[in-house]
């Protein structure tokens, strides 16, 4: 049930582009995007409610593809204060929710 | 914060042994979740609730219960703690079902450790 992620890990150097993906075997009818550091609680990035959607929140943007149960994070010109997990969470019928298992990213300086 | 509290923050106990969890919001949101989270798994949903008394069962919800007597209160509970429970507990708190109403808002969770 869970979506899957990739990559599962990611490094990056500061000023550097990187894209999270985020799929699902079953249909999307929504995806979301948390951001989770380091012995803290996931924080709500953004949410895509139909396909073709796209959302941007600082430097950091989303698409979702509905047909391709797919959705894409794009972190640009990244920040040390991007570091952290990312998950996707991805909406199941009967009020149940679903996250991927997360992706790493690293920024270093 | 956002009100929503968990208690207590870390907690360490004997095989065996009942453990109750508490989340707490001050938001009077409708929706209410428990989930679990360790290494390679991410978040996995155990019980959530959609009003008062009104709970239903998430992925991994063998060897827990919960409880909502009020709007504000969330109950987790294990029933005999086992060592496969060590982990970090989060709840959330969402206006509508599915989080459309501006996403799930988090806890700063409970850090687990069953001995």
């Known amino acids: 049930q869970q979506p899957v992620q990739s990559p599962q890990a990611v490094i990056l150097r500061e000023g550097e582009d990187a894209v999270i993906n985020c799929s699902s075997s079953k249909a999307l009818y929504s995806v979301h995007w948390y951001r989770q550091k380091h012995g803290e609680a996931p924080v709500f990035l953004m949410i895509?409610?139909?396909?073709?959607e796209q959302k941007g929140h600082e430097k950091i943007s989303a698409s979702f593809n509905e047909k391709k149960q797919q959705s894409s994070l794009y972190l640009t010109a990244s920040q040390l204060s991007y570091s952290g997990t990312y998950f996707c969470g991805t909406e199941k019928s009967g009020n149940q929710f679903y996250f991927g298992t997360g992706t790493s990213l690293t920024v270093i300086p | 914060d956002a009100g929503i509290t968990q208690s207590p923050r870390h907690k360490v106990t004997e095989t065996g042994t009942p453990v109750t969890l508490r989340c707490h919001q001050t938001?009077?949101?409708?929706?209410m979740y428990w989930y679990r989270q360790d290494p390679g798994h991410g978040l996995r949903l155990i019980h959530y609730s959609y009003g008062v008394k009104d709970t239903d069962k998430g992925e991994v919800s063998d060897g827990y219960s919960v409880s909502r007597s009020k709007t504000e209160d969330f109950l987790l509970t294990l029933e005999s703690a086992t060592s496969s429970q060590t982990s970090v507990y989060f709840c959330?708190?969402?206006?509508?079902?599915?989080?459309?109403?501006?996403?799930?808002?988090f806890g700063s969770g409970t850090r687990l450790t069953v001995v």
């Open positions: 895509l409610l139909k396909g073709g």
């Open positions: 938001e009077n949101h409708r929706y």
């Open positions: 959330a708190i969402s206006e509508s079902g599915t989080g459309r109403g501006g996403g799930y808002t």
